[in-house]
Structure formats: C-alpha cells, structure tokens
C-alpha cells in the first residue's frame, strides 16, 4: 500500500472516531435524548473505524522504522 493510502486511511478513521464520539458525548453531556437508530449507526461506524485506524497507524509506524 501507497503511504499516502495509508494517511487518507488514517486521517479518515480518526475523523470518524472523532466526530461519533463528540456527537456522542455532546448529546449526553448537553442532555438530548438521540435515537437508538443513530446511536446504533454512529456506533457501527466507530467499531468499524477502529480496526482501520489501527491497521494504519501500524504501518505508518513500521514504515517510518
């Protein structure tokens, strides 16, 4: 895989965690009741981002050693 593959693989996935978590917490934190359709989409995508934000940051570290 191209290195710079891997950054949009990684910039991606970072950006999916990071957006489903504050909206996640936002909700919680400001009190707005979400539904569990979103809640359960916005979970599906941080669980599948997971796996992938590992993957590259694996190999951008191999890759820089």
């Given at each position: 895989?191209?290195?710079?593959?891997?950054?949009?693989?990684?910039s991606?996935?970072?950006?999916?965690?990071?957006?489903?978590?504050?909206?996640?917490?936002?909700?919680?934190?400001?009190?707005?009741v979400?539904?569990?359709?979103?809640?359960?989409?916005?979970?599906?995508?941080?669980?599948?981002?997971?796996?992938?934000?590992?993957?590259?940051?694996?190999?951008?570290?191999?890759?820089?050693?």
């Open positions: 895989m191209s290195g710079k593959l891997i950054n949009i693989m990684w991606t996935s970072l950006m999916i965690i990071g957006i489903s978590t504050l909206i996640l917490a936002g909700s919680g934190i400001i009190g707005i979400l539904p569990d359709i979103l809640r359960v989409i916005l979970g599906i995508c941080e669980l599948v981002s997971l796996p992938v934000l590992a993957f590259s940051t694996v190999k951008k570290v191999k890759d820089k050693v």
